[in-house]
């Protein structure tokens, strides 16, 4: 399905009950992106949000692809498996070769149904150009700043269109652009991007200007495609006209050379100088749920500025998940598991990347085992696969292994691992936005092998744990973890009735015993790190302590979540984790699995000789809380939805985007 424009989308929105349209005046900087904040994680008010008094003539929309019913709309798709039957389709097409003239002259009508959905280039000023400013001036716009520590306002939901200077082939990308002054944004592409080696060759040749222009809105369609994880030499649009239906119709920009959709809402043309200064942009609160810091990026220079007369400005926010771009890295996840099992893994069964693990730092799989070492067989040949080389964490599971009931995700593997081959480290590229690593953008990777011939025989109705008490559970196992979920319970009495643990271990500042009151032998402990080297004491000090003899894993968590969730703590405790430094395994005699220790606390200069500066959490400050709980009743929301930001506010001890001690 094809949209004729964004505002068509809109329509599509307002029609299936997924849009809420908000006309009292909502601040850009600050206020709509803590709006947008609660309604994306509400269960029950998640919509797309039009805000249509924000201070511009453009309307702004944002959350539009936040829910697997909204992307969905806008892929024209009945569901996020259904693009791979049209997958399936034309890869069969294009694989059959007909034995006779007859079964030749039957597949010719769909060999020109595929032709159809190629992009063609079309002549003549395009609707995007309806609106043609030779003078440009950004301020036109109702470009947010999200976070109170970001580095400015940032364009969120840029389509960036460069060209390879040696193979003309065209790229579209999406790199976050910061606003310099009203002609100029940072450009940020990052080191392994498309847009970034399209520099590189412009830079090695001695050209200084680099054509670049950005697109806003059109088919939302366009949007999706710019984020997919398409090899370099493969057009975006070509899945874009997989995707609608249709070929994407291209229209010259003015001052430059490159082509853009026609039914583009608003069009940014301008160069990259690759001879000029770079420019020190951020930070920005970043998917990750912590701030990216600043670094150095190229300058995008705007030369023109074209829009439709009806144009309207799509935006997103990130942060801590779930937010929008979690159905986005899910709808990555259902189109490419098809071509993935066709072209190199067919014994993937099922693929699941859980927003916890914000696209990168965790993925989950099921595949029909068929030898010994099939699991770290899958788990190299994912880390040598396009952006799957970014993936920290990899637990792979048998075939009928349901993967989104999370809670009895991690009970199985707490169940099932019990010998240190289970545990398959590696090392390689990590994302630029991986804060944990003592390396920028490199570090080591953990593959947990979950399959049968690997798990032990031994059940896990033997644990005994001696000296505790332990509290019910407040959490239903049955249900998946969700960001909504009830805290797990922080036992004080271990602290304070078990003597061992309070006269050794006084940095202990709170027990989970979630998982140890249902008899799995996994241990949350809250940790208050004050002096050097005192993580390897205080394992040293566990293994030590009774306590523990029957509990296989220990995670070591930081003090700020004492009554938080089982889905932040999974959250947090990957965005923290470098496998390699992070977990320590201890072996039996018999050299069988005795513990697992996981640090998962946050690494400092002063305690842990981290050298590389460590973010903050992505929260909204107490002013701009403040203001919108004031604001609420005035805006056409059901009920009233409290800051999610209220829940992390412990883990940021100072005001900024750097944590300090």
Known sequence: MSYKSFADFIEILKANNELITIDKFVNPELQIAEITDRVSKSKTQNKALLFTNNGSKFPLLINSLGSEKRISLALGLKNLDSFSELLDKYAGLLKKKPASFLDKMKILPQLNELGALMPKEIKGKGKCQEVV????????????????????????????????LKSEKRNVGMYRMQVIDNQTTAMHWHMHKTGANHYNEYKEAGIKKMPVTVVLGGDPAYTYCATAPLPENIDEYILAGLLR?????????????????????????????????????????DHTGYYSLEDYYPKFHITCITHRKDAVYPTT??????????WIAKATERIFLLPLKMTMLPEIVEMNLPPAGV????????????????????????????????????????????????????????????????????????????????????????????TSSSKSQEPSS??????????????????????????????????TNNQELKIDIKEVTGIHDYFISRNKPLLIVNIKKNRTKRIHEIIENLQ???????????????????????YSILWYSL??????????????????????????????????NFKREWPNVVISDNKTIKEIDELWSQLPFNEFIPSPSLKYAGLNTNDGAKFKA
């Open 133 to 164: 400013i030779n003078n440009p001036d950004l301020s036109i716009f109702p470009i947010l700043k999200c976070w109170a520590h970001d580095g400015g306002k940032f364009i969120t939901f840029p389509l960036v269109h460069t060209q390879s």
């Open 317 to 326: 926010i990130v942060g801590i998940p779930p937010q929008e771009d979690e």
């Open 245 to 285: 239906g249709k070929g994407v119709e291209l229209v010259k920009c003015i001052t430059n050379d490159l082509f853009v959709p026609n039914d583009a809402d608003i069009v940014l043309e301008g160069y990259v100088d690759t001879s000029e200064e770079l420019f020190f942009e951020g930070p920005f609160g």
């Open 575 to 608: 965005g923290n984790l470098e496998p390699l430094r992070d977990i320590t395994i201890l072996k039996t005699e018999n050299a069988e699995l005795k513990h697992v220790f996981i640090d998962a606390t946050r690494k400092l200069p002063t305690v842990d």
């Open 359 to 450: 696209a990168h730092n965790l993925t989950l799989i099921s595949i029909n085992k068929k030898f010994p070492g099939h699991a770290e067989k899958i788990a190299n040949s994912l880390w040598g696969t396009g952006q799957m080389m970014f993936n920290k964490v990899i637990a792979i599971f048998d075939k009928e292994v349901d993967l989104t009931n999370y809670i009895s995700l991690i009970e199985l593997v707490i169940d099932s691992i019990t010998k240190p081959e289970q545990l398959y480290f590696g090392k390689g590229p990590l994302d630029i936005l991986d804060h944990s690593s003592a390396q920028f953008a490199y570090g080591s990777k953990l593959c947990i092998d979950v």
């Open 544 to 566: 030590t302590n009774e306590l523990i003899n029957n509990i296989r894993f220990i995670l070591l968590i930081d003090e700020g979540f004492a009554n938080n969730d089982l």
């Open 462 to 495: 033997k644990i005994q744990i001696p000296n505790s008490k332990f509290q019910e559970p407040i959490t239903n196992n049955q249900e998946p973890i969700t960001n909504n979920q009830e805290p797990i319970t922080n036992n004080q009495e271990l602290k």
